[in-house]
């Protein structure tokens, strides 16, 4: 067979390393210094609206309120209790001949306090957590953790709390077994070596001034919140505070070729769809970049996709746009580009990964129509003509791009937003960054992928 014919037939698979330019390479990495800044400022989903925010308010957005008058041009944002947000710039056709959607969600697995969290036992004092999101308990343990918190204080204050992100601050962390004594613990299976129960933050070990006995150590925890944020035990019922890995993102590899961080997923999709939408300020349709919350519990919540927001917000703007139709109209001319990580083949976890099906790190974007188990159940499993769009755009961008599968076929399987913008009659796709070690502390990406993410999304917004 000669190259002509291969060419012609086979798909092409493209490894970024090899048909990257050197530029193209350099931009890669310039690209991603600004992504893994990004990532240090947004672990929890409040700091990564503030931080897509500021981004976006640079680009002249400005808040959108109800009754507000829009034209071709314009930029609004609509933010949910600054946990979601939706960026939109309007574009030159009307909202019935349909929008264009990326939609990612900036929520991460991490470890949330209880509502009454602070406790003490034998002189030690804890946070109580309850996790959030899919995790394995043991791979928190034995690293650093950092607490991050929103609370609303009598008065109504609100006030942010950060502890363990700055040289020179405390860390917390959950002490582990030690091997000497774990020889039973070393024989359950993964998931009960470290219970769920069990995944309790050491606060401290001092007794308050003046105080002894029972309870002085929780007091003193007590007394130093206090004194420092004006917290009592009582603010923390309605408070959203979490530990996430205090260890700030970084490069990953001699080569530098990846970038590894806490939250990756799927800040990965929401930075790169960000600055993508951020990108083409004069879209054709109307150009929305949807970033939500609680996908890693289901979706649920006033600031998850099964919430109403969306929709109320587009009702708006036509509303404002002065165009006598119900979304219906719109959303079925839309096209979504759900934009969230996918699985990749990893040699040392062969027994649950395609060979031939997964997508492989530094081959671009992987495009994926499914992640169903039982039969692609739960899944969105994008139609032929939905799938043959996206690919036209990224082929006229010359995106490097593939497919991926997920894993083997029931060996697992997750889900993304896509679901719930098919819910509403959008065509949908998924589209996102490989990842490795996804919903670990420490995930990692390929600086080519993440920039080829970028890529893709700005074809999009530009294109379609
Ligand atoms: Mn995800
Ligand atoms: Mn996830």
């Not at 004594?181 to 309790?200: C, I, W």
Request: charged residues 25%; proline residues 4%; contains cysteine.
């Amino acid at each position: 067979m000669d190259s002509d014919i291969k060419d012609k037939l086979l798909f092409p698979h493209k490894d970024a390393s090899v048909s990257l330019t050197r530029e193209e390479v350099k931009t890669a990495y310039e690209y991603c210094k600004a992504y893994i800044s990004f990532l240090n400022n947004a672990k929890t989903e409040r700091e990564a609206v503030s931080a897509a925010v500021a981004l976006a308010e640079k680009e002249g957005f400005i808040h959108w309120k109800k009754g507000m008058e829009i034209k071709s041009g314009d930029k609004i944002y609509f933010s949910r209790r600054g946990k979601a947000v939706v960026f939109c710039t309007i574009g030159g056709k009307k909202f019935t001949q349909g929008i264009s959607i990326v939609a990612s969600h900036i929520d991460s697995p991490r470890l949330d306090l209880k509502m009454q969290p602070v406790y003490e036992d034998s002189g030690i004092a804890f946070f109580d957590t309850h996790y959030y999101g899919i995790i394995k308990p043991y791979q928190w343990t034995g690293i650093p953790l950092a607490l991050h918190g929103f609370f609303i204080l009598k008065d109504g204050q609100e006030l942010n709390l950060k502890i363990g992100e700055e040289p020179g601050d405390p860390r917390f962390f959950i002490a582990d077994l030690l091997p000497h004594l774990g020889e039973e613990q070393m024989k359950k299976s993964a998931k009960d070596a470290v219970p769920a129960e069990s995944l309790d933050i050491l606060a401290g070990l001092n007794s308050a001034p003046g105080e002894s006995g029972a309870g002085a150590v929780k007091l003193n925890i007590l007394r130093l919140l206090y004194e420092k944020y004006g917290i009592t035990e009582k603010d923390f019922v309605s408070a959203e505070i979490c530990a996430v890995p205090a260890f700030p993102a970084s490069d990953i590899g001699l080569d530098r070729s990846m970038v590894g961080g806490y939250g990756q997923d799927d800040k990965v999709c929401a930075y790169s769809a960000l600055t993508a939408f951020l990108s083409v300020s004069e879209p054709e349709y109307t150009s929305c970049l949807v970033l939500a919350d609680k996908e890693e519990t289901g979706s649920f919540g006033i600031s998850g996709m099964k919430s109403a927001f969306f929709l109320r917000f587009i009702n708006e703007l036509l509303e404002a746009a002065g165009e006598a139709a119900n979304e219906r109209e719109v959303f079925s001319n839309s096209f979504c580009v759900s934009a969230d990580v996918n699985t990749c083949w990893y040699p040392l976890y062969k027994e649950v990964l395609d060979e031939h099906g997964d997508a492989r790190l530094n081959r671009g974007v992987i495009l994926f129509r499914y992640w169903g188990q039982g039969g692609k159940e739960n899944t969105n499993d994008a139609d032929a003509q939905t799938t043959a769009t996206l690919i036209k755009i990224l082929d006229e961008d010359q995106v490097l791009w593939q497919t991926g599968e997920g894993g083997k076929v029931d060996s697992g399987a997750s889900g993304t937003l896509s679901r719930f913008f098919t819910n509403l009659d959008i065509p949908s796709i998924d589209l996102g960054v490989p990842l490795l070690s996804m919903h670990s502390p420490l995930e990692a990406a390929a600086k080519a992928d993440i920039y080829m993410a970028y890529r893709a999304f700005t074809a999009f917004f530009k294109r379609r």
